[in-house]
């Protein structure tokens, strides 16, 4: 074999490292001018992106939307608070003041009517019948004496008239003795049910100090009330209202008005409203707290304005703004707010601009641009 044989053959050739290490420089170089042309690329593309026409809006009018004033007929509801009662609900107590003997019955028990509830120590009230029974008798003896007497001409009419006089007084004791002995015993005035024990056996109690709350097992119930001079005076007889329960929170219970208190408690100044219910078919129980709304018969007259419209409310008073040859005008109003609708009283005409959308936005005098709806 020649020596160009021996030096073409590439596996007779030997390899040389720095000979490698030139391939390897020339890939790098290769490879870092491909990495800066992407990095070029992706930098024209950051500011070709960001590169935005000038879209500054140089209009400096606030844009709103408004709403036309306008009056609607809507039936207003008073709103108040009460509480459920039997519609016979009393207090029973004793006539006479003493000890109590017995107590017959346990809160929240039903009862018929003429059932013994509870009675007094009778000692002190037989004694004193007893004594009015004799005194009764004497005056008896007495007046037929006299009246003997009389007719032998040796009594005057006087002394007869004084004689007929005491046997009516010793009467009418006896009368109260025993008056005060039947009412030394409760029972009770129909069927029922005891609402609540007020008292205890052995307790000492006055005359008509209540002993049993109790109520009657109809499906009478009544929702007592209190309201405002203000609102006592849009109300009428009959007028219909809804209830609402605790207890029964998605049921609506119809009433009507069946009585008005026209004095005022004098402790919260209030009136005294009662509301029949029609009969249910729920488990009704007297204290339930109720929600009452009673609506009045003849609907008013109600400018009405969006709640988004005000811009600012204390009490009564409430502040919107008003859309006037392209500018925002600020209005103090007096506002109600019936059933929910805020009612304008006073500030605005009908068929004045209202601006409801953009009015948090706005001050006084400020150009405007009203929008479409």
């Known amino acids: 074999m020649t020596n160009d044989e021996c030096t073409a053959d590439p596996r007779m050739q030997s390899k040389s490292p720095l000979g490698d290490l030139g391939v390897r420089n020339h890939q790098h170089i290769d490879i870092m001018k491909h990495t800066n042309l992407i990095l070029l690329l992706l930098a024209l593309s950051f500011l070709a992106c960001n590169r935005t026409p000038d879209m500054t ?25 009460g509480q459920l009662s039997s519609k016979t609900e009393v207090r029973l107590s004793f006539k006479t003041g003493g000890l109590i003997e017995q107590i017959s019955v346990k809160e929240g028990q039903s009862v018929l009517q003429g059932d013994v509830l509870a009675r007094l120590n009778l000692a002190e009230v037989n004694a004193m019948e007893h004594q009015a029974d004799l005194a009764f008798k ?14 032998d001409s040796v009594a005057t009419l006087e002394n007869l008239q004084d004689a007929l006089t005491g046997l009516d ?44 709350l109790f109520g009657s097992s109809g499906d009478e119930w009544v929702v007592k009330a209190s309201l ?44 005294e409203v009662k509301l029949s219910l029609t009969p249910q078919k729920y488990p009704l129980a007297s204290g339930f707290v109720a929600r009452v709304e009673i609506y009045t018969p ?30 925002a005008e600020k209005r103090q109003i007096r506002i109600s707010n019936t059933n929910g609708i805020i009612c304008i009283q006073e ?11 953009g009015a948090n936005y706005l001050k006084e005098s400020d150009e405007i641009v009203i929008l479409e709806n």
């Open 57 to 81: 809006n140089k209009d400096d009018r606030v844009r709103v939307k408004v709403v036309g004033a306008e009056f609607n007929k809507i039936n207003e509801a008073v709103r108040t608070s």
């Open 138 to 151: 004497k005056a008896d003896r007495d007046y037929a004496r006299v009246e003997n007497l009389y007719n």
């Open 228 to 271: 405002t001079d203000r609102d006592v005076v849009k109300i009428e007889l009959g007028d219909p209202a809804v209830i609402h329960f605790d207890a029964f929170p998605d049921v609506d219970f119809q009433s009507v008005v069946s009585e008005i208190g026209r004095a005022a408690d004098p402790y919260t100044g209030t009136y």
């Open 298 to 327: 003849q609907p008013v007259l109600c400018l009405q304005i969006p709640i988004e419209a005000l811009v600012e409310a204390q009490g009564d008073v409430g502040y919107i703004f008003i859309a006037r040859d392209n500018r």
């Open 169 to 212: 007084i010793a009467k009418a004791n006896l009368d109260i003795a025993r008056f005060n002995r039947k009412y030394s015993v409760i029972e009770a005035p129909a069927q029922g049910k005891i609402l609540k024990k007020l008292a205890e056996e052995s307790e000492i109690v006055g005359p008509g100090q209540p002993i049993f």
């Open 347 to 357: 500030g605005v005409e009908e068929g004045e601009l209202i601006i409801t959308e």
